[in-house]
């Protein structure tokens, strides 16, 4: 076979090559009309998808992978049907989900806007540069860069950024409501540092600044790592800057949790009282799956950028890129603001109502989206509780609590969070009904049939509050 024969082995030439007559025809027949065209051309793409080695563009997800579908449909009546307290989880816009599925995700963009290592990124320049400039108007910071992939990846930056292999820094114990990032001993964070961790006083279950302020002291950290994943208070964020201040720290605040109710003004913005800011785009902020980082001086720029490309990634995932610059766009919107505050006040309602229904809330109360529920009084445990709820239709997780006696994969609490029934609409009558059905179900834990009637009732009160309207994909 001479080299360059491709059309003898298949690929895009056998396709176009079989076609390439019929397509011709249906564009030289001026008897066509502009309808009839159209439908011609669809069918040609349905023959070349069906009778040749192309890639198959033509039938949509139902047709090309019917497996695949039914899991993606199962998993939207699974959100549709039940409540999801699952406090880091969200429903994205269906205008974030459509540039997450868009065409962006075949490009390749190496780079940065106006320096990209690949071709044909006009687009794609266009979108990361709307990202950027929204997400630090959302959060009133100079710079920001868009490209991480996760909330783990920009803490990665954050890290690498800052310190060296070795040095000292200190992080919430995981815990006490710390993440995996902010030094477990399984985690980069853990491996490559040392880190030293802070937590809440015994008696408020609050954050511990004067222990943190010894610690500082003591240990003269080269970083203070500021967030956590389960804490339902307020990170006293100009004390901390201090206490870094007089220590020689830098401040790097994680918001990933608590992202969206600082963009609707509901919680102090950290921008202010930190070296950088590390987020996920996808819990309160309600966008796509991804990580942001943002920071105000311009000295760290040049070390962020590179530490990002070609730091830690290749090229970024652009169509995630987009999604977060319509996330960034939602969450500037004035409605955004309602949806910051109605989301504390559900967690608010929502509290009181477990602990007049006989639970205990870990620190007394909330803050933000967060509720941390000790389960022990009920006599069970996290794990149990997740279960129990579960089968009731009710998503959460188990977590540990403050001074925990289990271990982190029994748990004594169960973690709550209002950002996604607040998207569907809920408010605090609705957190009432929530909170009822939550009750019912952890004191009925050994009757089944209880908890399918129950699971029943719960699907019926989650249908009055619709998700998306478009066709599951
Ligand atoms: C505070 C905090 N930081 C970082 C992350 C990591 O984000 P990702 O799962 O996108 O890596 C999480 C995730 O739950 C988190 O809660």
Redesign the pocket.
């Known amino acids: 076979m001479p080299a360059g024969d491709f059309r003898s082995v298949g690929g895009r030439g056998t396709g176009s090559d079989a076609h390439g007559g019929a397509i011709h025809e249906i564009r030289a027949d001026p008897n066509l009309r502009t309808g009839r065209r159209n439908r011609a051309r669809r069918s040609y793409t349905r023959d070349v998808t069906h009778s040749s080695t192309r890639i198959p563009f033509g039938p949509p997800l139902a047709e090309a992978d019917p497996e695949i579908a039914a899991a993606i449909r199962a998993e939207e009546a699974r959100q549709s049907d039940g409540l999801e307290l699952i406090a880091?989880e969200n429903f994205a816009s269906e205008a974030v989900l459509e540039a997450t599925g868009s065409v962006m995700t075949n490009k390749y963009a190496e780079g940065y806007p106006g320096r990209r290592y690949y071709g044909g990124c006009v687009h794609v320049d266009k979108a990361e540069r709307l990202a950027r400039k929204r997400a630090k108007k959302l959060f009133g910071a100079r710079s920001a860069n868009v490209q991480a992939h996760?909330?783990?990846?920009?803490?990665m930056v954050a890290y690498l950024a800052l310190l060296e292999p070795g040095d000292t820094f200190l992080g919430m114990a995981l815990d006490q409501g710390g993440?995996?990032?902010?030094g477990h001993p399984l985690n980069f964070s853990g491996k490559t540092y040392n880190p030293v961790p802070y937590g809440v006083r015994r008696d408020t279950e609050q954050l511990d600044l004067d222990e943190l302020h010894r610690l500082a002291r003591e240990h003269r950290p080269r970083m203070i790592l500021v967030?956590?994943?389960a804490y339902p208070r307020i990170f006293p964020n100009p004390e901390i800057r201090e206490i870094a201040d007089e220590v020689g720290a830098r401040v790097v605040t994680?918001m990933?949790?608590i992202a969206g109710l600082v963009a609707g003004g509901a919680l102090p913005n950290p921008m202010p009282h930190s070296d950088i800011v590390?987020t996920?785009t996808?819990?309160t902020l309600r966008g796509p799956?991804?990580?942001l980082v943002l920071w105000n001086d311009r000295k760290l720029s040049k070390r962020i950028q590179s530490i990002t490309f070609p730091g830690t990634q290749g090229g970024p995932m652009m169509h995630t890129i987009a999604a977060k610059a319509v996330c960034f766009h939602e969450a500037l919107q004035p409605a955004f603001r309602d949806y910051a505050r109605q989301t504390v006040a559900n967690a608010r309602e929502l509290a009181d109502a477990l602990v007049e229904g006989g639970f205990r809330v870990v620190s007394g109360g909330t803050d933000n989206h967060i509720v941390l529920l000790d389960v022990r009084v009920r006599g069970t445990t996290g794990r149990a509780a997740e279960r129990t709820l579960e089968a009731a239709g009710i998503t959460a997780n188990k977590n540990t609590i403050p001074f925990d006696p289990e271990k982190p994969m029994i748990a004594s609490g169960v973690r709550l969070g209002t950002a996604a029934l607040t998207t569907r609409g809920m408010r605090e009558t609705e957190m009432r009904i929530v909170a009822s059905f939550m009750v019912r179900a952890l004191d009925g834990a050994g009757d089944r049939a209880a908890l399918r009637r129950l699971r029943g009732e719960v699907a019926e009160f989650a249908s009055g509050f619709p998700l998306y309207t478009r066709p599951a994909r």
């Open positions: 880091s996760s909330g783990t990846q920009a803490n993440h995996l990032t902010h967030g956590a994943s994680d990933a949790h590390t996920t996808h819990k799956r991804g990580g």
